[in-house]
């Protein structure tokens, strides 16, 4: 299945990482987080993984300092999948963020 990125299944606060410019996701989590979610997954694959650490990161300490986030949970998987007669190993990593309290 493929990966779909920036989409949220069901709202469930969760920014998807893909292809397009780092603050586009930063936008989408300081928007989840000022409009009331308590907290927020930031959530990629692959090569991906560095952008959604840069994504947590720049939302925490540079666009809402104010709010303290933290980082609650980082969860690491591998997906594995078949494509073409070969079984395709992806890393994955959920980081979940936070208001404090």
């Known amino acids: 299945m493929p990966h779909q990125p920036n989409q949220s299944p069901k709202n469930d606060n969760s920014v998807f990482i893909g292809n397009k410019p780092i603050m ?3 936008t989408s989590a300081v928007i989840q987080l000022k409009n009331g979610s308590p907290e927020i997954t930031i959530k990629a694959r692959g090569k991906f993984i560095s952008k959604a650490v840069d994504v947590a990161e720049i939302t925490r300490k540079r666009f809402l300092k104010e709010l303290n986030l933290q980082v609650n949970d980082i969860q690491i998987d591998t997906e594995e999948y078949q494509q073409n007669d070969k079984e395709i190993k ?3 990593i959920d980081i979940t963020i936070s208001k404090s309290n």
């Open 90 to 92: 992806v890393s994955t």
């Open 24 to 26: 586009n996701y930063v």
